[in-house]
């Protein structure tokens, strides 16, 4: 398999980060907190200016026809600035799903244009940012309903992330609100994005770490010069690195829809949370007791790392997943690994 990225992918990735790592720093976290605002109007302005919300979707129905490899560098750029607006679920996630039902009563365009649709998937037991979406995407059995935002009834549940705002949906189906039948991959996109956010929060977690074990100092010098630091951080990189070609390599198997491509998102997102929850834990403790304080601006992104690492699937439900191509199909030094892609 050729895991490197072409030019234009690292140019549209580089570009994409750019402006999310400009525009979303932490400080503008604290100010949506502060002001009790779940986005920002004018990066999510921009954001759709960019093009980003319709890289996924086909060019038949006005997106760019993209793929998962073209956005997964986005995905993981979002993950590094714990990004509020729901881009990656949005564009990576719900619009593929839109594109290939048969009737979506103009919701696929208005997608693409900026309208929020939030998707109620039943691996998911809460819709994430329903109370701001202007669509409900949602499952009744095999069947897919889309319901507008004021047919609903939502109850919020407290989410050890502030910015992904949960909800318990409470609704009625109809002939007049179904729009198709199955969810698809629509699970393992959740799960491989989220896996690629991962890996964006765990680089982050490393970089404020390095950041802070450089400028503190103890004894006449920085902590960052000790033996027992320097081994901490590179330990969580070292999960980075790993993490980072299984995650590339399932987002370009997923679309061949086999075991041994499930079985590989399924791998990328046990990676991805293993990296993320190593990396958070670690910067805590570079930055002693006052990581996990309200001031340090490194709550964030544990907090977001944690609340995906139960989203789309649980590291157990994924390693059934695991096991059961392990069970089912050959393995060996030529096989388990081995690209599924001709």
């Not at 009563?105 to 809460?126: D, F, K, Q, S, T």
């Not at 390095?210 to 400028?215: E, H, M, Q, S, T």
């Not at 503190?216 to 070609?245: C, L, Y």
Request: hydrophobic fraction near 50%.
């Amino acid at each position: 398999m050729e895991f490197a990225f072409t030019d234009d992918q690292l140019a549209l990735t580089q570009a994409a980060r750019e402006m999310l790592v400009d525009s979303c720093q932490p400080a503008d976290l604290r100010r949506l907190l502060e002001s009790d605002e779940p986005r920002d109007d004018a990066r999510w302005s921009t954001i759709n200016e960019m093009g980003l919300i319709g890289m996924l979707a086909p060019e038949n129905a006005g997106g760019m026809g993209m793929t998962l490899v073209d956005f997964i560098g986005i995905a993981e750029a979002a993950g590094y600035v714990a990004l509020p607006e729901p881009l990656i679920e949005l564009a990576g996630v719900t619009l593929p799903l839109l594109s290939r039902l048969d009737e979506t009563r103009g919701w696929l365009e208005r997608a693409m244009a900026g309208a929020v649709v939030a998707i109620g998937h039943p691996v998911n037991p809460l819709v994430a940012d329903a109370d701001t979406a202007d669509a409900l995407l949602l499952g009744d059995g095999e069947d897919l309903h889309l319901v507008e935002r004021g047919a609903v009834a939502l109850t919020r549940t407290e989410s050890f992330d502030p910015f992904r705002r949960l909800y318990a949906v409470e609704w009625t189906p109809s002939p007049a609100t179904k729009v198709g039948s199955g969810w698809g991959d629509t699970a393992d996109r959740g799960a491989l994005l989220a896996a690629a956010q991962m890996v964006g929060l765990a680089q982050r977690c490393i970089n404020m770490a390095v950041a802070y074990a450089k400028d503190r100092q103890q004894f006449g010098k920085a902590i960052g010069s000790t033996q027992a630091v320097k081994h901490m951080i590179a330990s969580a990189q070292v999960k980075v690195e790993f993490a980072k070609p299984v995650v590339h390599a399932a987002a370009a198997e997923l679309p061949l829809g086999t075991l041994a491509a499930r079985a590989r998102v399924a791998h990328a997102k046990i990676a991805a949370g293993e990296a993320a929850d190593v990396a958070a834990r670690m910067a805590v403790q570079a930055h002693g007791a006052m990581g996990m304080t309200w001031e340090v601006d490194l709550h964030f992104f544990l907090k977001r790392a944690m609340a995906l690492n139960y989203a789309w699937g649980t590291a157990a439900a994924h390693r059934e997943t695991v096991v059961e191509r392990v069970k089912t199909l050959r393995t060996g030094p030529d096989a388990t690994f081995a690209s599924e892609l001709a």
